[in-house]
């Protein structure tokens, strides 16, 4: 069976991942109903369909309308980019992740953040200051904007240990679906140098991201400071065979991870 100490659609995407990989379940095969997976697994029948989209967004399955999930051909196009957080990126990198709570608040309306958020120009978000570590390294600040409704969620939730991902889609059944990403180079202002223990106008990576739960809805706003003394991005890309045998369609990205240097 799978182990209890994993939020339950981990467990099930592990289980059925690793039945994939050892050939339990083969290419073309039809994988249980989502009530027979209910059943095993004593899920709802939202935590297994979130497993399943998970599954299906690493290339292992795909799905057939009215006829259920079957296994995905061992050889498939290459995915993109998968969508991680902050403690799954720390776990593959076999580092163990924690936060530091510098504040958490409601605030007024953001000029900026709230036509992001996509919400009235005149309501309050919620913020959310922390510290990231890495092995107890503070690698990485992060100030987080989220919609009144979807921060009080978080509210009396421990953010010290947990990531705002976790949360949402272990205790709310919200999923994260999609977000949009960019990157720049930034400095240290005085209170970013001080709790990440720089110097002032250290160089920094910027991150802003904006996360999407079901229906494109915006769920959060964030940027994020890495300091690149221990963080730093890979990206690989791939190129299609073509009958020509050129690129012009362009090198698809393929992956896109960090690398951290603890």
Known sequence: MIHQEKPRYKQIVEHLSEAINQKVYIAGDQLPSEKRMCDYYKVSRITVRNALKILEGEGY??????????????????????????????????????????????????????????????????????????????????????????????????????????????????????????????????????????NHETALLEIKRCSKTNGGKKIYYQIRYNNPAFISYEMELFRRDTEKGDSRDGLPLKEFHPKFNI
Do not use: C
């Open 61 to 198: 399955i795909y799905k057939k309308q009215g006829l259920g999930a079957f296994v995905r051909d061992s050889n498939p196009e290459p995915n993109l980019v998968r969508l991680t957080d902050f403690s799954e990126d720390m776990r593959k990198a076999g580092l163990t992740s924690s936060s530091k709570l510098i504040s958490f608040k409601k605030v007024v309306a953001n000029s900026t953040v709230n036509p992001i958020l996509e919400i009235a120009p005149d309501k309050p978000l919620i913020k959310i200051e922390r510290i990231r570590y890495a092995n107890h390294i503070a690698i990485a600040f992060d100030t987080t904007w989220l919609p009144l409704h979807y921060g009080r969620l978080l509210m009396n939730r421990d953010l010290k240990k947990r990531t705002i991902y976790e949360i949402f889609e272990d205790e709310f059944q919200i999923p994260i679906r999609a977000g949009r990403y960019s990157i720049s180079a930034s400095t240290a202002d005085s209170r970013i140098a001080k709790l990440l223990a720089v």
